[in-house]
């Protein structure tokens, strides 16, 4: 036991303050970047952090709120700043995220607008599976349009194919590894026939696109975007995500599914911050029923800790920084493939956007063996990963859906590039901890697995 002595004197915020500067120098002693010597294993992403994220981390666990708090707050306050949006709300996942934006607009406060089940919803099979999860599960039918290569997103020439008038009320994709997708053509399709747009940003934060002459960050153009804060993303949490959004409905829908279902917007542990606690009458309850427990929705419980949002605001200080190194990274990269453009297709980003790239997407031209590639580069210590699903229809999660095809899900035209991901594509990573000697390895390696 450590000698109380270390306290002697020192009030409780003093004591906190010499606390959290110890974990602080404990972490630059214990926790210093190991340096890359040829051999060691090449990560496709990872944690990226500093004294800063482990001081905070401390200081949130010694005043042992635990659950959301003030951190949570300062978070959302600067997260929604930092995007340029009126309201985010923070939660345990992106899946999490994606979820609750589905979820948010099946909501009855949504009226005639609401999604209900059967109605479709636009999206790929080319990504990741919780992107899609949520409108199965809801009984709403995805609709899957194919992508482009190299972009690796939705093919927005094919939206008016899939569209179904009656039926089609959303468009609910992700920026693919970072590059946004044709945000110009997928909102106005989405203005054209009035349909919700959800913008999956777990993997593009910092992306930026030019939209109508103005330069806006990808998620803030939908009605909802979401966000992952999971370690491999373009800044973490441990676990965490948010939803976020500029419509003052839709945030209280995406509250009140976070947080139990509840019509009252109370923070965890404040009481009647309305005043009136007891005065409505609300469903079928008698008249001053507690407010406090009244249910506007089936609702969740999705939130935070505080610590993770303490590591949160630590790393938010620096997300600009790391989305410069990820597009240095992505750029380092690709001249150091280019010459292989004869037998790999690389990444090239959208139109009108400045990608904050998530990883770095190659595709096997025909005669390269995908399988034998990715073998050799693992065998070379090179972390390499699939485009996720790659056809996410192809997956066991979908074989007692496919024989309902049309009831569950229907494919708009065919998923021929989807198809040819799934085959033969996978990504390395381009995350901040990279240096250009890991780089110069995995382009070597690519290089050497290609020969013979
Ligand atoms: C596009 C996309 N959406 C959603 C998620 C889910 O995020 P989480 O792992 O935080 O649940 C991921 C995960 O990497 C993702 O890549």
Redesign the pocket.
């Known amino acids: 036991m450590m000698d109380k002595a270390f306290f002697e004197g020192l009030s409780e915020e003093e004591a906190r303050k010499k606390i959290t500067e110890l974990a602080g120098d404990y972490c630059e002693l214990y926790h210093k970047r190991k340096e890359y010597k040829p051999g060691d294993h090449i990560s496709y992403g990872g944690r990226f952090y500093d004294r800063r994220e482990m001081e905070n981390l401390v200081d949130s666990s010694l005043e042992f709120w635990l659950t959301a708090g003030r951190y949570v707050q300062e978070f959302e306050k600067k997260f929604a700043a930092w995007l340029g949006v009126k309201f985010c709300s923070t939660v345990n996942?992106?899946?999490s995220a994606?979820l609750l934006a589905f979820m948010a607009l099946t909501s009855p406060l949504l009226k005639e607008r609401a999604i209900k089940p059967g109605d479709e919803v636009i999206t790929v099979a080319a990504?990741?599976p919780?992107?899609v999860s949520p409108i199965v599960q809801y009984g709403a039918v995805p609709v899957f349009v194919d992508v482009t290569i190299p972009g690796y997103n939705i093919d927005a020439a094919k939206l008016e194919e899939a569209y179904s008038e009656g039926k089609t009320r959303a468009v609910m994709i992700?920026h693919t590894l970072g590059n946004p997708f044709d945000l110009s053509a997928v909102s106005a399709f989405c203005e054209k026939h009035g349909l919700w747009l959800v913008e999956?940003n777990?993997?593009a934060l910092g992306s930026e696109y030019i939209l109508n002459g103005k330069k806006v960050k990808t998620g803030t153009v939908g009605h909802i975007g979401t966000s992952?804060f999971?370690p491999p993303h373009h800044m973490t949490m441990g676990e965490g995500?948010a939803v976020y959004t500029d419509d003052p409905l839709l945030h209280r829908i995406v509250r009140s599914l976070r947080d139990w279902g509840r019509d009252c917007v109370c923070e965890p542990g404040q009481d009647n911050r309305c005043g009136h606690r007891y005065d409505g009458q609300y469903g079928q309850l008698p008249a001053g029923y507690d407010h406090k427990y009244v249910y506007s929705h089936l609702g969740y419980n999705l939130k935070i800790t505080d610590m993770q949002a303490a590591v949160g605001v630590a790393q938010l200080e620096k997300i600009d920084s790391f989305t410069a190194l990820r597009r240095e990274h992505h750029a380092y990269l690709y001249e150091g493939l280019a010459d292989l453009s004869d037998k790999l297709v690389l990444p090239v980003a959208t139109a009108n956007a400045d990608p904050s790239w998530f990883g770095f997407m190659i595709c096997c031209r025909d005669g390269v063996d995908r399988t034998r590639l990715v073998r050799h580069l693992e065998d070379a210590g090179v972390q390499t990963r699939m485009l996720?699903s790659g056809n996410l229809i192809k997956h066991p999660c979908f074989d007692h859906l496919r024989d309902a095809q049309g009831d569950k899900y229907r494919v708009a035209g065919s998923l021929e590039n989807t198809d040819r991901i799934m085959q033969s594509g996978f990504w390395i990573g381009v995350y901040p901890g990279m240096t250009r000697s890991m780089m110069d390895v995995m382009i070597e390696e690519i290089h050497k697995g290609l020969q013979g």
């Open positions: 996942s992106g899946s994606n990504g990741f919780t992107t992700a999956d777990c993997d992952s999971y995500g996720f």
